[in-house]
């Protein structure tokens, strides 16, 4: 059974820290993993990652994939509060349908 | 304004009624998805599709139908035979061959 798995669940940190949030998964078929940020409503789209070593980066955020460790982290430098939201992860697999496993997601606070 | 819209925003059920939860997109993409979001937990597939007329259950179907007689619209059905459908529904697209999913505001059903 495809598995994905975030830590930590919860997180609460002070503005200007720096956070790591980690997501290893365990499926056949490994086609890419995916980061969204979930505020209230819709999650939306931060990175998509399929080649180890390759850090992709957009301002503070940025991620990188392991595919031997079966493992990615997505970093959050000098946080604001406009940072809390749920951060999902998510791997493709490659059947027909390009099916989206989500892991249980991690709950970021950011206070002031 | 191109996206994908999902109504109601708030839907209130009583116990033993079928309910319809509608999803649009102009995004022209050809695949669309419908997951549910319970506290504490990440998305699980419900149903998804491909193409028209076509579509696939996910880890989650029982107690949901949905069809696909559009392109742009993919309505999802929850029947009285769902026994916990009190969550947050949320539908997604994209363009096929495409691995980023792209997500609509949510339809939050509560059943009474």
């Known amino acids: 059974e495809d598995k994905v798995v975030q830590s930590p669940l919860s997180l609460v940190v002070h503005e200007g820290d720096t956070v790591t949030l980690n997501c290893s998964y365990e499926?056949?078929?490994?086609?890419?993993l995916l980061w969204y940020k979930q505020e209230k409503k819709a999650p939306t789209f931060l990175f998509m990652l399929?080649?180890?070593?390759i850090e992709k980066k957009s301002g503070r955020l940025s991620s990188i994939l392991d595919k031997k460790e079966l493992f990615s982290i997505l970093n959050i430098t000098a946080t604001q509060t406009g940072d809390s939201a749920i951060y999902l992860c998510?791997?493709?697999?490659?059947?027909?349908?390009?099916?989206?496993?989500f892991g249980e997601g991690t709950q970021l606070t950011v206070n002031p | 304004d191109g996206g994908i819209t999902q109504s109601p925003k708030y839907l209130f059920r009583k116990e033993g009624q079928n309910v319809t939860l509608s999803c649009e997109q102009n995004?022209?993409?050809?695949?669309m998805y419908w997951y549910r979001q319970d506290p504490g937990q990440g998305l699980r597939l419900i149903y998804y599709?491909?193409?028209?007329?076509?579509?696939q259950k996910g880890d989650i179907a029982e107690g949901y139908s949905v069809s696909r007689e559009k392109k742009e619209s993919f309505p999802l059905t929850v029947t009285s035979a769902q026994k916990n459908p009190t969550a947050f529904y949320l539908c997604a697209s994209a363009r096929v061959g495409s691995d980023t999913q792209y997500f609509g505001p949510g339809t939050r059903l509560t059943v009474l």
């Open positions: 995004l022209n993409h050809d695949a």
């Open positions: 399929t080649s180890s070593g």
């Open positions: 599709s491909q193409i028209v007329n076509d579509f």
């Open positions: 998510a791997v493709l697999i490659r059947t027909s349908g390009s099916r989206l496993t």
């Open positions: 499926v056949t078929n490994f086609r890419s």
